[in-house]
């Protein structure tokens, strides 16, 4: 009888409109289905694309772009470096049709206290005040925000985009 009753509660919670569940953190660009196909040439982009799973905005805790798709996401595993075991962040990478200026205005705005700098092209805004250098181990395990210009055919999932975003996280 217990069981019922539980049951009952849990469905009519799960079927009541104030039953929230997360907010992901931003769409997901549509993955065209010839693009699954084995022998396309962008099948490997495509599968990545479509097998990524989507963080929620409280897992992220930082601002998404509201104008970004998401392109792919990586969730790697702890390794070891110099015989220290690390958790390296999480990624998300995003595309928009928007200038650059405009999403690293966002950005600048949202995390007004964390620290910026510049490197490849690229706008960095990381939390802390510390160094921050890409390429090195400290890029791996704090959080950050790169915003630069999309390259030619950059992604083919996203082929007129103009600014790339990486949101690397610890969730």
Not at 79 to 89: A, D, R, Y
Not at 133 to 158: D, F, K, W
């Amino acid at each position: 009888m217990n069981i019922v009753l539980g049951l009952c509660i849990t469905i009519s919670l799960m079927l009541s409109p104030s039953f929230v569940q997360a907010e992901p953190f931003a769409q997901k660009v549509e993955v065209p289905k010839h693009m699954l196909e084995p022998t396309h040439p962008d099948a490997l982009d495509a599968m990545m694309s479509k097998n990524s799973k989507i963080p929620s905005r409280q897992d992220v805790g930082l601002p998404s772009y509201h104008e970004a798709k998401i392109i792919y996401t990586q969730q790697p595993s702890s390794s070891t470096i110099n015989g220290q075991k690390l958790e390296p962040n999480h990624m998300i990478f995003m595309g928009t049709n928007d200038p650059v200026d405009h999403v690293y205005s966002f950005y600048q705005e949202a995390l007004a206290d964390w620290s910026s700098t510049e490197a490849f092209g690229a706008h960095i805004l990381y939390e802390g005040t510390g160094e921050f250098e890409l390429m090195h181990e400290s890029s791996m395990t704090t959080p950050h925000v790169q915003i630069r210009e999309a390259s030619p055919q950059e992604s083919p999932l996203m082929p007129d985009m103009s600014t790339v975003i990486e949101v690397y996280y610890r969730p």
